[in-house]
């Protein structure tokens, strides 16, 4: 299988890759286009600035190519949240716009933010993505920004406020925490894609 993980210079790019190793297949890391257009999976990775992220998207010409993907595509933490329209990061930062949602920051409510930690997430019935995933499995979250709860929610989490843990879309996907960081079942559920 040919995977691909385009190289946002985020942070958690050879952590997935290492991961990817680790479920025994040989991802790339790339921004090249004829490179990604051949992918059979994407890994789409994201740590940190919205802002940063899509500046560096639109330098490798990646934005309309992403767009018009027709791949199964995960994004991960802010890889997620640059599928919707706009975050309010700074102000307002136009995003990827695939799925008509916006990306806002999360409110105090009595829990530190930035939500930094072990979180469990709701399991639906019968979808493939959580085959071998039981509801007291805990999933590494670390993010300021959120995607409400809507009509692309497959899964929510509970932090003082629901949000979208699991987000599908057509071939688009997205996890709003790490499974790279989230031991045996953020494993199993990037297996789960991978095997989709």
Same mark, same amino acid.
């Given at each position: 299988?040919?995977?691909?993980?385009?190289?946002?210079?985020?942070?958690?790019?050879?952590?997935?890759?290492?991961?990817?190793?680790?479920?025994?297949?040989?991802?790339?890391?790339?921004?090249?286009?004829?490179?990604?257009?051949?992918?059979?999976?994407?890994?789409?990775?994201?740590?940190?600035?919205?802002?940063?992220?899509?500046?560096?998207?639109?330098?490798?010409?990646?934005?309309?190519?992403?767009?018009?993907?027709?791949?199964?595509?995960?994004?991960?933490?802010?890889?997620?949240?640059?599928?919707?329209?706009?975050?309010?990061?700074?102000?307002?930062?136009?995003?990827?716009?695939?799925?008509?949602?916006?990306?806002?920051?999360?409110?105090?409510?009595?829990?530190?933010?930035?939500?930094?930690?072990?979180?469990?997430?709701?399991?639906?019935?019968?979808?493939?993505?959580?085959?071998?995933?039981?509801?007291?499995?805990?999933?590494?979250?670390?993010?300021?920004?959120?995607?409400?709860?809507?009509?692309?929610?497959?899964?929510?989490?509970?932090?003082?406020?629901?949000?979208?843990?699991?987000?599908?879309?057509?071939?688009?996907?997205?996890?709003?925490?790490?499974?790279?960081?989230? /031991?045996?079942? /953020?494993?199993?559920?990037?297996?789960?894609?991978?095997?989709?």
């Amino acid at each position: 299988m040919n995977i691909v993980i385009i190289n946002t210079k985020c942070s958690n790019l050879f952590s997935v890759k290492t991961m990817l190793h680790k479920l025994g297949y040989k991802p790339v890391i790339s921004d090249n286009i004829d490179i990604i257009s051949q992918a059979d999976k994407l890994f789409l990775p994201g740590v940190g600035s919205a802002l940063s992220a899509m500046k560096q998207l639109k330098k490798k010409n990646l934005v309309d190519l992403i767009q018009n993907c027709t791949k199964p595509i995960l994004g991960i933490c802010l890889g997620m949240q640059l599928l919707g329209t706009i975050s309010e990061e700074n102000n307002g930062v136009k995003t990827l716009q695939i799925i008509k949602v916006p990306v806002i920051r999360m409110q105090y409510r009595g829990f530190p933010i930035p939500h930094m930690g072990w979180n469990t997430i709701t399991i639906p019935q019968k979808h493939c993505l959580f085959y071998g995933i039981k509801k007291n499995n805990y999933f590494y979250f670390a993010h300021s920004y959120i995607i409400k709860v809507c009509h692309v929610t497959i899964s929510q989490t509970n932090y003082g406020q629901l949000f979208s843990s699991i987000i599908e879309y057509k071939n688009f996907f997205g996890v709003q925490f790490h499974p790279e960081k989230s /031991g045996i079942p /953020g494993q199993q559920l990037v297996k789960n894609f991978l095997e989709m």
